[in-house]
T-cell receptor, first 115, second 115 residues
Framework: DTGVSQDPRHKITKRGQNVTFRCDPISEHNRLYWYRQTLGQGPEFLTYFQNEAQLEKSRLLSDRFSAERPKGSFSTLEIQRTEQGDSAMYLC?????????????FGPGTRLTVL | AQKVTQAQTEISVVEKEDVTLDCVYETRDTTYYLFWYKQPPSGELVFLIRRNSFDEQNEISGRYSWNFQKSTSSFNFTITASQVVDSAVYFCALSESEYGNKLVFGAGTILRVKS
């Protein structure tokens, strides 16, 4: 099994630009999660999908953020009109199962720098 | 609300020393899971262990051991005979029973092992 992959690994953008990140989960994992990690902190939950349905969004996910998982496989996270405060590591994780507790496996992350 | 506290911001040890990383959690759930993840300099979160709230048996895996005590809401992690390759940031996390079992992370403990 290949692990969770994320693309790009690094993104530098200017304030006000839009950016999009991609996450490919472990094959056949039903659940997909997005987290954000700022320097010196633990990851914070943003949103999660069960198959193609987005079932929960954190208050951290402002209107400028949108996530999709159109076919229940890969997911994209778009940030519109980026701000310097968006600079962080964006982590994707996936887990199997649709109920109960399952371990989340993380990708390498996309590091976003907003200038 | 769920909360995870890792009071040790940074620990430095010399190779072959034993080291314990502390984790204290808060939750109103009776069913929950606790996790430890390792984040090496490369950035990817590596899953180490998962324990459920009904299993207080300590666990040992090679040089790693975990002590789960519900009475003190603690889930501590000990590395025996530390090695330079153990240098990383270690995160303790709590899985909620709702919202797809999203993880609530502590702030992490930076472990530096010197040769």
């Amino acid at each position: 099994d290949t692990g969770v992959s994320q693309d790009p690994r690094h993104k530098i953008t200017k304030r006000g630009q839009n950016v999009t990140f991609r996450c490919d989960p472990i094959s056949e994992h039903n659940r997909l999660y997005w987290y954000r990690q700022t320097l010196g902190q633990g990851p914070e939950f943003l949103t999660y999908f069960q198959n193609e349905a987005q079932l929960e969004k954190s208050r951290l996910l402002s209107d400028r953020f949108s996530a999709e998982r159109p076919k229940g496989s890969f997911s994209t996270l778009e940030i519109q009109r980026t701000e310097q405060g968006d600079s962080a590591m964006y982590l994707c994780a996936s887990s199997s199962g649709t109920s109960g507790f399952h371990t989340q496996y993380f990708g390498p992350g996309t590091r976003l720098t907003v200038l | 609300a769920q909360k995870v506290t890792q009071a040790q911001t940074e620990i430095s040890v010399v190779e072959k020393e034993d080291v314990t990383l502390d984790c204290v959690y808060e939750t109103r759930d009776t069913t929950y899971y606790l996790f430890w993840y390792k984040q090496p300099p490369s950035g990817e979160l590596v899953f180490l262990i998962r324990r459920n709230s009904f299993d207080e048996q300590n666990e040992i895996s090679g040089r790693y051991s975990w002590n789960f005590q519900k009475s003190t809401s603690s889930f501590n992690f000990t590395i025996t005979a530390s090695q330079v390759v153990d240098s990383a940031v270690y995160f303790c996390a709590l899985s909620e029973s709702e919202y797809g079992n999203k993880l609530v992370f502590g702030a992490g403990t930076i472990l530096r092992v010197k040769s």
